[in-house]
C-alpha cells in the first residue's frame, strides 16, 4: 500500500505502522520522537552509575545482540556484558552455512566489542520461524512445536560440531586474559538433550586437543524455554553451570499462543499467573543451588515486567540495548524488598489481576516504569 513519498510512522512502543497520517497526528508524533529522544539523553546520564535497587541490591543489566554493531551499542548503553547472542543472523546472511574460521572471526569481533565482559553465545537457533534454504527445511503443520533449534542441530552435527569448535576456539586465552565466554543452547526440553550436548562439547574439545589449537574454558547453560524444562529445572541444574529463561518461547508454550499470531497474541501475557508460578519455579530452584540465572526474553525489557521478576528473585536481566537505560530508571527508583513482598503476596492470595495489582505498587511507591 506505501507508495514513494509516503509519510510512515512505524510506533515501535505498540507495534503499529501508520500511512499517511493527518496532520494532527503526525504532529503528535513529532511531539513524542523530540520527547523521546530527550528522554535517550537524559537516561544516557545514569550509563556509568550500578544498576541498584533504591535498598542496596545489584541488579545485572546484559544485553541481547544480533551483531557486533548491537555489541557496541550495548557498550554504548553500559550493559554490563552480554546476555544472548543469536548466532542465527549470522547464518541467516550468509549464502551456505558459514565455515569454522568465519564463524571464529565473528564470534572473536563480538568478544572484543564487548571487552571484560561476558559474552553469552547461544547455539544455532533455526526453524519455527526462521528457516535457512541450505538445511533443507520442509514446510511443517506445527513449526514451533516440530523440527527447529537444538532439535535441528542435532540433526546436522557437522555443521553443530563446527559451531561448538568456533566457540570454544573464540574463548582461547587472551591479553590480560578472563575467562568470560559462555555457550547456552535452546529449546532443551529433556535431561537426555542436555547429557547429549554435553557429551558433543566433550568430543570437539578432544577433536581440538589432537588438532593443538588453542581454545578456552565455556561454561554451559540452558535455556529455559520449553515448559517441561522450566516444570524438571531441579532435575536439568546438576548439568549446567547457568540457566536463562526464553521467556518469548516459554510463554507461547504455556498459554498455546503462537507469538506472531496477532489473533492470540493477547494471549501471551508474561505477567499472568500461570506464568508467574512456572518462573518463580525455576527462579527459586536455580538460586537454591546458586547457579545463575537470568531472564532474556523480551520482558526483562518491559519496566513493569522486569520489577515483577525482581520480586520473583531474579538479579539478572538480558534486553535489547534501547531498553538498558529505561531499566536501570526503574531499578534505582525501586525497593527490591518491598516488591518481593508485593509479588509473593500476589502469587500466595492467588491474585487474579496481577498486572493491575503490579501497577498500582508501581504508583504508591515511585517506581519508573512509565519509559
Ligand atoms: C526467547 O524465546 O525468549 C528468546 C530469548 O529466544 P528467541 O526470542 O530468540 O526465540
Ligand atoms: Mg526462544
Known amino acids: ?100 574460521e568465519e564463524q571464529l572471526a565473528a564470534y572473536r569481533e563480538i568478544i572484543a566489542a564487548s571487552p571484560q565482559h561476558q559474552v553469552t553465545i547461544r547455539t544455532l537457533d533455526l526453524g519455527g520461524d526462521k528457516t535457512t534454504p541450505y538445511l533443507g527445511h520442509a514446510r511443517e503443520a506445527n513449526p514451533f512445536l516440530g523440527w527447529r533449534s537444538i532439535r535441528l542441530s542435532f540433526e546436522h552435527p557437522e555443521f553443530f560440531a563446527t559451531q561448538l569448535r568456533a566457540i570454544l576456539r573464540a574463548a582461547a586465552p587472551e591479553p590480560e586474559y578472563l575467562p568470560r565466554v559462555q555457550m547456552m543452547f535452546p529449546m532443551i526440553t529433556t535431561l537426555e538433550e542436555l547429557r547429549r550436548v554435553r557429551a558433543m562439547v566433550d568430543k570437539e574439545i578432544r577433536h581440538l586437543q589432537d588438532q593443538g589449537k588453542p581454545f578456552g574454558p565455556v561454561k554451559l547453560g540452558l535455556m529455559v524455554e520449553v515448559p517441561a524444562a522450566a516444570i524438571a529445572i531441579d532435575m536439568l541444574l546438576d ?29 501471551c501475557q508474561p505477567l499472568s499467573p500461570a506464568v508467574l508460578r512456572v518462573l518463580s519455579n525455576v527462579i527459586r530452584e536455580a538460586n537454591a543451588r546458586q547457579k545463575p540465572v537470568t531472564v532474556c526474553g523480551e520482558m526483562a525489557g518491559s519496566p513493569l515486567e522486569a520489577m515483577t521478576l525482581i520480586g520473583l528473585g531474579l538479579r539478572s536481566v538480558s534486553m535489547a540495548p534501547a531498553s538498558i537505560g529505561p531499566i536501570k530508571a526503574m531499578i534505582l527508583s525501586l525497593n527490591a524488598e518491598k516488591v518481593t513482598d508485593c509479588v509473593e503476596s500476589l502469587l500466595k492470595e492467588g ?21
Not at 547457568?242 to 493477547?266: C, E, K, W
Not at 498486572?355 to 515511585?366: C, Q, T
Open 1 to 100: 500500500q506505501v507508495k514513494n513519498g509516503d509519510v510512515v510512522v512505524v510506533d515501535g512502543r505498540d507495534g503499529h505502522v501508520l500511512i499517511n497520517p493527518d496532520a494532527e497526528t503526525q504532529s503528535a508524533y513529532r511531539k513524542l520522537q523530540r520527547e523521546f529522544f530527550d528522554l535517550k539523553d537524559a537516561l544516557a546520564e545514569n550509563r556509568d552509575q550500578p544498576a541498584m535497587s533504591a535498598d542496596g541490591q545489584a541488579v545485572q543489566l546484559l544485553a541481547n545482540i544480533n551483531s557486533v554493531a548491537d555489541a557496541r551499542a550495548a557498550q554504548a548503553m553500559g550493559a554490563s556484558g552480554i546476555g544472548l547472542f543469536r548466532t542465527e543472523y549470522l547464518f541467516l546472511t550468509h549464502p551456505s552455512v558459514p565455515d569454522e
Open 239 to 267: 548439568e549446567v553451570d547457568f540457566v536463562s529463561i526464553g521467556t518469548n518461547d516459554l510463554v507461547q508454550y504455556l498459554m498455546a499462543a503462537d507469538r506472531d499470531n496477532p489473533r492470540v497474541n493477547h494471549l
Open 351 to 371: 491474585a487474579k489481576d496481577v498486572r493491575a495489582n503490579l501497577l498500582k505498587f508501581a504508583e504508591n511507591e515511585g517506581v519508573e516504569i512509565d519509559h
